[in-house]
């Protein structure tokens, strides 16, 4: 549909050089011509549109700038691409500007600085949050009128029930995992039966709860990150305020009470389907019948073991919990932000929840709790 | 298809579930012209153009825009439509990670593949002067914008390929009245220079006179009514006479007599 883009020379009467455009200077059209003009040298008298075809904006542009590099004249524009050199003059800027880089070194030294100020602020500004959410917490306990049900209700379903399988599943796994490795290890010295101590004491005292705040970082911290990142930039959380509602309130409380109610039963159910999962493979594969197993599990595991999980759990819901709805809270600009401060929830959850695990590990046992 | 015509719907229908946004809808777009469309909130304006730019699949009907038909399985010709429009968006749809210098350079990478970074950064200030932005808006983020300037650079991407068809969703809504009649302006002269035909959906009465050269009203889930204002002046569906009769109507229309 549209002729190739060209030049040619010619002379002029008056002896000048005359560069004339041939073919469509449209976008379509244009191909290489730019860098050809780019790289022309040698006086141009004349820049003539006779021969040329339509002209569009990039087009004008490009015969103006070739023309005002070479100090030439446009003769013979038709009335369209007359009007369009008029208005591409008006554009004339030099070049695009730039933001301002630094150089490698100062760049380097630049970046680990921001990293430390933002990594402290950050501790800050989350110490400051929870502060937030403690307060916003006893406030609506002495005024239950401002408790939000519903949505804490609604949460539950989306933390709790929903996740009730693939946490099942996983535990189901792991349980199968520890007494398979358990059993290998054990039968060297053959102390199978100990597989039974080992399924019992990790599930209950550790891995239960700990796998399921992993699994819900995954799961829900990242999904609140995102919300109210989301909402952030659609200026419904500005809304929120000017009406008078508070997002901590609105958004924060019941996500985290949610959380923290769930945690304990999610984490304790995760632990009895680990200990099934282990009891099956010890039937299976030790021949360990389902009535020893259990009476034996008893006898060696002890109840505080249960009660360390109990403890640990609505801990480390609210960690996840808070850590999502502070991230998200976090988010300013664009959307890739509201990715990054997805990811930085999980992140920062499953940190501070392994931190803090490492913490009651030991003061458990310092307490005479082993 | 009409030659004169640049798009063409003939019996659109939209519903969403149980709720029936378009039935039996026609309209035509004349080439070279700025077709206001004009209807009461929800009465389909931006599913409308969302149709014909083919980001909502219609439930029957036929779409021809540009001599292609966007509906059918043929496929082939559609991406060659796509660099013949430029859209602009409610709120000027900007990607948020790039600036707008590279928001504007997008559609010519993705069609001319070979023009020089120094091209693309030209005709990006270009663009970016074109739509009345200061050149120094192109290292901004669109996070770093006002709402009418995010417009505005909304606007130099839907330039960015010199598109024969400018759909244009509310161009006006949230720029102050200097900035509004500038976006006026400016339409009317790309129409002039470039040979432009516009889809323009918008509310602005002053917008409609000032430079539209016929105007679609939608209502009751079609197009009622099509033609210069001066006709529908004359129109005495209810609608319409409160539209360019009320007292907005009036003041926009003595303002242009």
């Known amino acids: 549909m549209s002729v190739q883009a060209d030049f040619e020379f010619s002379e002029a009467p008056d002896g000048k050089a005359n560069l004339v455009l041939t073919g469509d200077l449209i976008v379509s059209a244009i191909g290489d011509l730019d860098e050809r003009l780019r790289s022309l040298d040698g006086p141009v008298g004349y820049v003539d549109l006779s021969q040329a075809g339509h002209v569009d904006t990039i087009g004008a542009w490009i015969v103006e700038r070739t023309a005002r590099e070479h100090d030439a004249t446009i003769v013979n524009a038709s009335r369209e691409a007359s009007l369009l050199l008029e208005r591409v003059k008006e554009q004339k800027t030099d070049d695009l500007p730039e933001r301002r880089e630094l150089i490698p070194i100062k760049r380097i030294l630049w970046e680990i600085g921001e990293a430390v100020v933002v990594a402290c602020s950050t501790m800050f500004a989350f110490l400051g949050f929870i502060g937030q959410v403690v307060t916003a917490f006893f406030r609506v306990l002495f005024n239950p009128g401002k408790i939000r049900l519903n949505a804490v209700v609604m949460r539950f379903e989306m933390v709790g029930i929903r996740a009730l399988g693939i946490i099942g599943l996983m535990s189901f796994l792991i349980g199968i995992v520890i007494a398979q490795q358990g059993a290998v290890q054990l039968r060297q010295f053959g102390a199978e039966v100990f597989t039974i101590n080992l399924i019992g004491r990790l599930t209950f005292r550790e891995l239960g709860v700990l796998m399921t705040a992993i699994m819900i970082a995954g799961r829900s911290g990242s999904a609140f990150a995102a919300q109210i990142g989301t909402m952030k930039i659609t200026e419904e959380i500005d809304a929120m305020r000017t009406i008078g509602v508070s997002p901590i309130e609105a958004l924060v409380l019941p996500r985290t009470l949610a959380t923290i109610l769930w945690m304990p039963l999610l984490g304790f159910y995760a632990s009895i389907v680990a200990v099934v999962g282990g009891g099956l493979l010890c039937w299976v594969a030790l021949e360990i019948p389902p009535a020893t197993f259990i009476q034996r599990l008893r006898e060696v595991t002890p109840i505080t073991d249960f009660y360390v999980g109990l403890i640990k759990a609505p801990i480390f819901g609210a960690i996840v919990a808070m850590a999502g709805c502070f991230q998200g809270l976090q988010v300013h600009n664009n959307a890739e932000e509201v990715g990054q401060r997805t990811t930085a929830a999980v992140v920062q959850a499953i940190f501070l929840v392994i931190v803090l695990d490492a913490f009651f590990a030991v003061f458990f046992s310092s307490i005479g709790w082993d | ?257």
């Open chain 2, 1 to 257: 298809m009409n030659s004169g015509n640049v798009i063409e719907v003939r019996g659109l229908r939209n519903a969403f579930g149980e709720q029936v946004v378009h039935e039996n809808l026609n309209i035509d777009v004349r080439r070279g012209e700025i077709l206001g469309v004009v209807g009461g909130s929800g009465t389909g304006k931006s599913v409308l153009m969302r149709s014909i730019i083919g980001l909502q699949q219609p439930s029957a009907g036929e779409i021809c825009v540009l001599g292609e038909n966007l509906l059918d399985d043929d496929k082939s010709g559609d991406d060659e439509i796509r660099r013949r429009w430029g859209v602009l968006f409610q709120g000027g749809a900007l990607f948020s990670t790039l600036t707008v210098a590279e928001n504007v350079q997008v559609p010519l990478r993705e069609f001319y593949p070979n023009f020089s970074q120094q091209l693309l950064d030209e005709i990006a200030v270009s663009k970016i002067l074109l739509s009345g932005l200061p050149a120094d808006a192109a290292i901004k983020f669109p996070a770093e914008l006002s709402g009418g300037m995010r417009k505005r650079a909304g606007l130099a991407r839907a330039l960015a390929l010199d598109p024969e068809l400018l759909f244009l969703d509310e161009p006006t809504a949230g720029l102050d009245p200097i900035g509004a009649a500038k976006f006026d302006a400016l339409t009317r002269e790309l129409k002039e220079t470039l040979g432009l035909t516009v889809f323009l959906i918008t509310h602005d009465l002053d917008t409609l006179h000032a430079i539209c050269d016929r105007v679609a009203v939608l209502a009751d889930r079609q197009v009622i009514a099509v033609g210069k204002i001066e006709e529908l002046l004359k129109s005495d569906h209810p609608w319409i006479d409160e539209y360019f009769s009320g007292p907005r109507g009036r003041v926009a229309l003595q303002g242009h007599q």
